[in-house]
């Protein structure tokens, strides 16, 4: 009887290998000039490091990170529903105002009569009344001294 034969089948090679994938990632970041920015980079690292350090110790650079903080902070409050509503509530009252176009109707002042109709028309003031809350409450901030930003979101004194 003859003796069996111990033969492995090599599966398809299916694309290129890993050390092929390599260099030509390699030769593709050579030719957009990648590498030479990254050598470039990381030889000049002091260079680049003082250059970073002295634009952001400006007062300028750092009230504009102290100022995206607040902001972010301040975003952070806002549940996602309630900041969609408001986001889309603008889109929709600019959209409004800047479709509008005055008709015969009302190209004149109301007069005293037109204004005391307006002072009894209920779905005025329903427009009108949140706007003039928010009003109410945006004077009244404006009215606080200001704490530090990390004080007022959390609670925690911090010093000077």
């Known amino acids: 009887m003859a003796q069996r034969l111990n033969y492995e089948v090599k599966p398809t090679p299916i694309g290129p290998t890993a050390r092929e994938e390599l260099d030509t990632l390699l030769e593709t970041l050579h030719k957009g000039g990648v590498l030479r920015f990254a050598n470039d980079l990381a030889g000049s690292q002091h260079q680049v490091l003082k250059v970073l350090i002295d634009g952001l110790s400006k007062e300028g650079s750092l009230n504009a990170i102290q100022n995206l903080s607040i902001l972010g902070m301040a975003l952070s409050r806002i549940e996602p529903a309630q900041f969609y509503k408001i986001v889309f509530a603008f889109q929709s009252a600019f959209g409004a105002v800047s479709r509008y176009k005055p008709d015969d109707k009302h190209d004149e002042a109301p007069g005293v ?17 949140p706007i003039i809350e928010g009003l109410k409450t945006f004077a009244s901030g404006l009215d606080k001294e200001a704490e530090k930003p990390i004080t007022a979101f959390s609670g925690k004194q911090t010093e000077q």
């Open 113 to 129: 009569t037109g204004a005391y109709k307006m002072l009894h028309d209920d779905e005025l003031w329903a427009a009108l009344m």
